[in-house]
């Protein structure tokens, strides 16, 4: 008997071994990115700016991808990723978010891992570096997932994360697009009046990006263990008041994962993704509809959002590295690298 079962394991081992490889190999790793969305055309473009804005969402994607490369977490993929767009003044992210209408930047981020359905954000922050982290921190090293200014601050300082001064995310094109929104006649008043938005309700007139840019920045990742994760960080909109939150720190709005559907981050007029839960009804199309991660995208950004006057857009990608990525804006800045080799960065429609 023992003779047998030891000849039975030399022959069945190996062939264990190699399904566990395959098991891996299954698991496509993908990346995808967004810079935000909004009325970017190549009208209001120069080369430069084509030129940096590529080369910022490549910087960021190859950092998030190394870590997929070399068998990291999806979350840290996402992690890396999110930071590079953070530290770039291009982006309403981290150096180079938004001005609030008292002059000051005050940042949200969230993240959500698709295996357990953990998930950690921050919100009105104005200390830390890196919001993204602080969120992750929060999702790893508390009870809680949603912590807002002061004491999310504290509890990031309680963790070691690095903090800075207020002024380190100024930049001085922030500060001037805050200055050109302030200044603008139509701004508060004549947007009401605008045809174009005409679909508007009293939200929208609290303030606005200027040209209707959401600049945030997002990403979702696949990793070789078939593990979806997604974060957003955002300066929120310019011209912001009254401790405005917008949906990138908001679970199910700006940010959702789940392995069994799809990882989601968005970009756009926060408060309608908050109304329309956008990020959350993409996975729940998918999970009760059975929508692929095309159909449940474009269901929400294209149909359901732009009928409630919902601009933006978002990045989805589903657990065997399908990418979706809709946007009802005239531009948004995306990019993604697949397992494959395949890549890509794109602005415009
Ligand atoms: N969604 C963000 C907010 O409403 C803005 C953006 O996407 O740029 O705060």
């Known amino acids: 008997m023992k003779y047998y079962s030891l000849i039975i394991l030399f022959f069945l081992l190996p062939a264990l071994t190699v399904s566990g490889q395959n098991t891996a190999q299954r698991h496509n790793i993908t990346i995808a990115i967004h810079g935000g969305a909004g009325n970017i055309t190549a009208e209001n473009m120069t080369p430069q700016k084509e030129k940096a804005y590529h080369a910022a969402l490549n910087k960021a994607l190859e950092a998030g991808y190394a ?24 982006f309403n992210a981290g150096k180079g978010a938004v001005f609030t209408n ?29 919001p993204v982290e ?13 912590m807002a200014g002061k004491g999310a601050e504290q509890f990031a300082e309680e963790k070691g994360l690095e903090m800075v001064d207020p002024s380190y995310f100024y930049t001085k094109e922030r500060m001037e697009e805050l200055d050109r929104v302030l200044q603008d006649k139509t701004t508060e008043s004549e947007i009401k009046k605008s045809p174009k938005s005409g679909t508007r309700t009293d939200n929208s007139l609290i303030f606005t990006n200027e040209g209707e840019k959401f600049g945030t920045v997002g ?8 593990n979806l994760a997604a974060g957003t960080s955002t300066g929120g909109m310019t011209n912001k008041r009254f401790g405005r939150i917008g949906d990138s720190p908001i679970i199910g709005a700006g940010t959702y994962a789940n392995n069994t559907t799809c990882a989601v981050s968005a ?35 294209m149909r359901k959002l732009p009928q409630k006057g919902g601009a933006g857009g978002v990045i989805a990608l589903d657990a065997q590295g399908n990418i979706a990525m809709p946007f009802n804006t005239q531009g948004m800045y995306r990019g993604y690298i697949k397992g494959n080799g395949e890549r890509e960065t794109l602005i415009y429609k």
Do not use: W
């Open 67 to 90: 870590v997929l490369k070399n068998g990291g977490s999806s979350m840290d993929a996402v992690k890396a990723a999110i930071q590079y767009m953070e530290e770039s003044p291009l």
């Open 102 to 130: 008292e002059r000051k930047n005050e940042l949200d981020a969230s993240v959500m891992d698709g295996k357990d359905l953990r998930a950690g954000a921050v919100a009105g922050v104005s200390r830390i570096k890196s």
């Open 134 to 146: 602080a969120a992750i921190a929060v999702m790893q090293q508390s009870p809680h997932v949603l």
């Open 219 to 226: 990403c979702v990742a696949l990793d070789a263990d078939g």
């Open 267 to 301: 970009t756009g007029h926060g408060e309608y993704f908050i109304r329309s839960v956008v990020a959350y009804d993409i996975s729940a199309l998918m999970e009760y509809k059975g929508l692929s991660i095309h159909e449940a995208a474009d269901e929400v950004v």
